[in-house]
């Protein structure tokens, strides 16, 4: 019999994105706890491109050649030894851990969860790692409340569109920054107050909120970090504020990594069913151009998510 081979995405060596290469290679198949997804789409994400780069090698061993991604969307096609919660034919959305920038992949139970009827694929596949980490973020790190106030840095990015939607559906007053392009697209999303980064500072604007979830990193780490009243709490996905003045200001700050569960994702597709989430798309590449989609994903001034579409 044939062995079945399919199209990846493989990267051999740490590198620029001429690393990512088109292959052929044998479908995968599914073990115990999996089941075998035809992709359809597979989300693209900032840390796709950092591993890519090897700026997580220190702490993150990855064995050459990789797939690179971890976020899909796809039909079950078949369901490995023990699997009861999935059937062949169903419609999912969630993360491997094996990647998703492949035509099949073998996905654990525990990362995936039916697709809500009313998206693509595509929409699908944006969801999974930037909302777990808006969720995560503002709720498992920020505690946040109904009726706290929160900064939301970056609040048109893949992570900030899901974080300002989170908090308006949880009853805070949400405060955003974005450029001036964005503003009417993050205003859509529930913030009360915009703020126009290219125009005017956070630091004279904001002050005593309860949270600040910062998306950026260093250009806004210490006004999100002053923007934060005593005894608050700042989150950040991307990098680390002087512990000194955070100590001195009397804020908490933590950092965390996203944890995908078929929980959660059952949540999202719950609010998105109820219409209290919506997923936004910045731009679709085939599987072809996973290197112009990286690319584009490295450049971080976009608008929503970017999404390889694989199958139709």
Known sequence: MAIQTIQSIRVHEYGGPEQLKLELVPRPTAHEGEVLVRVHAAGVNPADWKVRRGWFKDFLKVQFPYVPGGD?????????????TF??????????????????????????????????????????????TAWQGIFDNG??????????????????????????????????????????FVRSLGAETVIDYTKNDVEPLVHDVDVAFDTVGVPTLLASLRAVKRGGTL???????????????????????????????????????????????????????????????QSGHGLGRIVLHIAD
């Open 87 to 132: 059937q062949q034919g169903q419609a999912v959305f969630g993360q491997s851990s094996h990647g998703s920038y492949t035509e099949y992949t073998a996905v654990s139970v525990n990362t995936l969860a039916l697709k809500p009827e009313k998206l693509s694929f595509d929409e699908a596949a944006a969801i999974p790692v930037g909302a777990t």
């Open 143 to 184: 505690s946040l409340q109904p009726g706290q106030r929160i900064l939301i840095q970056g609040a048109s990015g893949g992570v900030g569109l899901f974080a300002v939607q989170f908090a308006r559906w949880k009853g805070a007053h949400v405060i955003a920054t974005t450029s001036t392009a964005n503003v009417d």
């Open 72 to 84: 899909l969307a796809g039909v079950v096609e078949e369901v490995g030894p023990g699997v009861t």
């Open 235 to 297: 989150v950040t996905i991307a990098g680390q504020p002087s512990v000194e003045e955070a100590q001195a200001l009397g804020v908490l700050v933590t950092s965390f990594s996203a944890r995908v569960s078929s929980e959660l994702l059952q949540t999202f597709a719950r609010l998105i069913e109820e219409g209290q989430v919506k997923v936004v798309l910045e731009r679709t590449f085939p599987l072809s151009e996973a290197a112009q989609a990286q690319e584009q994903s």
